[in-house]
């Protein structure tokens, strides 16, 4: 399996985004630019790229420090062809690791319903019900002490 890295290059950088658009945003008819967040680019912000051999995004995902313990999982996304694999989970290890390097002890996120099952394989708990994003997926706030 490739390794995980931070995406540095325009290329890399577009696969990325590319991916969060539409495994994240596409599905639901949201416009392209959506999949993309102010503080992406922050000094703090983990990105986790893992690329594919043939240069395409196989999965991503963010951290960005919420607190001064703790932090938060965000835009995880695997590549159909690549599902089942253990490319979420590599990923979400990723960026677990990145959150003990700079000291933070609890991580937070926000699930889409079906990836409930996913995230407490991996010891995060639900907390409790989040929001409906585009009024048609149920979230649920997880959390997991690290």
């Known amino acids: 399996m490739p390794a995980i890295t931070f995406p540095r290059t325009p290329a890399e950088w577009a696969a990325y985004f590319r991916l969060r658009y539409e495994v994240l945003r596409q599905p639901w008819q949201q416009p392209e630019g959506s999949e993309q967040a102010d503080d ?14 043939e240069g395409y995004a196989a999965g991503v995902g963010r951290l960005h420090p919420t607190g001064p313990k703790q932090g938060q999982v965000r835009f995880m996304a695997v590549h159909p062809a690549w599902q ?3 490319v979420g ?3 979400l290890e990723y960026l677990e690791a ?3 390097a700079q000291g933070l002890t609890e991580v937070v996120l926000h699930a889409r319903e ?7 394989r991996l ?24």
Do not use: K
Not at 40 to 53: E, F, G, K, R, S
Not at 114 to 120: G, S
């Open 40 to 53: 992406d680019m922050a000094p703090a912000t983990t990105h986790a790229l893992l690329l594919a051999p």
């Open 114 to 120: 079906p990836a409930v099952p996913f995230y407490q």
């Open 84 to 86: 089942g694999r253990g």
């Open 98 to 100: 990145a959150a003990r």
């Open 123 to 146: 010891g995060y708990t639900v907390v409790a019900p989040s929001h409906v994003l585009f009024g048609a997926i149920p979230h649920f706030l997880m959390r997991r002490v690290l």
């Open 89 to 91: 989970r590599q990923v």
